[in-house]
């Protein structure tokens, strides 16, 4: 029953990658609450010899095209100027969007400017609503994993039940 729940499920796992940014406090509200939210951010690789930005995961909550097309109206709009080039390289082998950068360009300072203008960091909002018996109710992780547990063994034992009763009949 006081089993710490951090400890087992430690952070949100989502299928695009990309870095949590992770804040205890949020996690915390997120596990007992069920509502919350956190910030995911972009990984990103820094090629010297190409002298370009490789961004490989992006955030759950965006696709390559509204980073792509956010990143071409903050050019246009002269909010960034380190960058010469940005492409689409998605292929077999993964993800992955380029950036070519002018020379002498600080590409941690460009990335931080990013993350602030474009969808390479956003928030993912949690809300865990859930229909128990037939009413919305909003659960922590506690909750959720309680009332999962009463409702399939409700079901192995209306199953019981079921098999009992067609053995009566033969």
Not at 16 to 28: A, P
Not at 58 to 67: A, C, F, R, V
Not at 108 to 119: D, G, I, Q, S
Not at 153 to 167: F, S, V
Request: hydrophobic letters at 35%; aromatic letters at 8%.
């Amino acid at each position: 029953e006081d089993v710490a729940i951090k400890e087992y499920l430690k952070a949100p796992d989502l299928s695009s990658g990309g870095q949590l940014i992770y804040v205890d406090k949020d996690i915390h509200d997120i596990y007992n609450t069920g509502r919350g939210g956190f910030k995911l951010r972009a990984k990103y690789k820094y090629d010297k010899e190409n002298n370009c930005i490789e961004v490989y995961e992006i955030p759950y909550t965006t696709t390559i095209e509204s980073i792509i097309d956010s990143v071409i109206d903050n050019i246009k709009d002269g909010k960034i100027k380190d960058i010469t080039d940005v492409r689409d390289e998605t292929d077999l082998h993964g993800l992955r969007i380029t950036l070519d950068l002018k020379r002498n360009t600080d590409y941690e300072a460009l990335m931080n400017k990013l993350f602030k203008l474009t969808p390479l960091q956003d928030t993912f909002s949690c809300n865990f609503n859930l229909l128990i018996n037939g009413k919305p109710k909003v659960m922590g992780v506690r909750e959720i994993l309680k009332e999962w547990s009463l409702f399939r063994i409700d079901c192995i034992k209306k199953q019981t039940l079921y098999d009992i009763a067609k053995k009566k009949d033969k």
